[in-house]
């Protein structure tokens, strides 16, 4: 149980472009789901907090109009890379709350 | 605010070697503390979590005692494997703010045969 899927695994763009992530909770339902980058050989930097039905919170630093974080339905939440440029490159990891967290595979996103 | 400090990797072991990868952390108040393993190519799992001092978490022969007096949660295993072979991370959580997670920087685990 408590299976969390991220799609794509991997995706390439261009530079100017918009990127969709989808995170999906499985088995379970969760009002609450966060969004991470995590950067070669370094930590898991927490960008945004997800929560069903309202907006997100997003952690200083963290553009909101250029990571768009949708949380429509107890079992999906959406990333959206807007306008994306070499230094968004990166691997995004979301993870769905209920009782712990629980990690998506993560994302590979690379911009030309 | 809260920090999560791991001990600078990679590490390399031979198989039957005892592990130490060493944690610490600086929070206000009573943070609940885990490590999270992370296998290649795959997502973060919870390997095992402490939720108040002297705590001791256990799983799949790996150990880490809160300590809260030192602001401590090292993690060991007395003897690994191959399969051990993943990145380690320390983290903790407040709990408030639906359990957000503040993570070390992971350490790089290397067993060889």
């Known amino acids: 149980g408590a299976v969390v899927s991220q799609h794509p695994s991997w995706v390439i763009c261009k530079s100017g472009t918009s990127v969709k992530i989808e995170c999906r909770s499985l088995d379970f339902q969760a009002t609450t789901m966060f969004w991470y980058r995590q950067f070669p050989k370094q930590s898991l930097m927490l960008m945004a907090t997800?929560?069903?039905?309202?907006?997100?919170?997003?952690e200083q630093g963290v553009e909101k109009d250029k990571f768009l974080i949708n949380h429509a339905s107890l079992t999906l939440s959406t990333l959206t890379v807007t306008s994306a440029h070499p230094e968004d490159s990166s691997f995004y990891i979301c993870s769905a709350s209920v009782g712990g967290q629980f990690f998506g595979p993560g994302t590979r996103l690379t911009v030309l | 605010g809260d920090s999560v400090t791991q001990m600078e990797g990679p590490v390399t072991l031979s198989e039957e070697a005892f592990l130490t990868i060493n944690c610490t952390y600086t929070?206000?108040?009573?943070?609940?503390l885990f490590w999270y393993v992370q296998y290649p190519g795959e997502g973060l799992q919870l390997l095992l979590k402490?939720?108040?001092?002297?705590d001791k978490g256990s799983n799949k022969g790996f150990e880490a005692t809160y300590r809260k007096e030192t602001t401590s949660f090292h993690l060991e295993k007395g003897s690994v494997q191959v399969s051990d072979s993943a990145v380690y991370f320390c983290?903790?959580?407040?709990?408030?703010?639906?359990?957000?997670?503040?993570f070390g920087q992971g350490t790089i685990l290397t067993v060889h045969p």
């Open positions: 402490a939720t108040k001092a002297d």
């Open positions: 929070a206000t108040g009573y943070p609940s």
């Open positions: 983290a903790l959580s407040d709990g408030t703010s639906y359990g957000k997670l503040t």
């Open positions: 997800s929560n069903e039905g309202s907006k997100a919170t997003y």
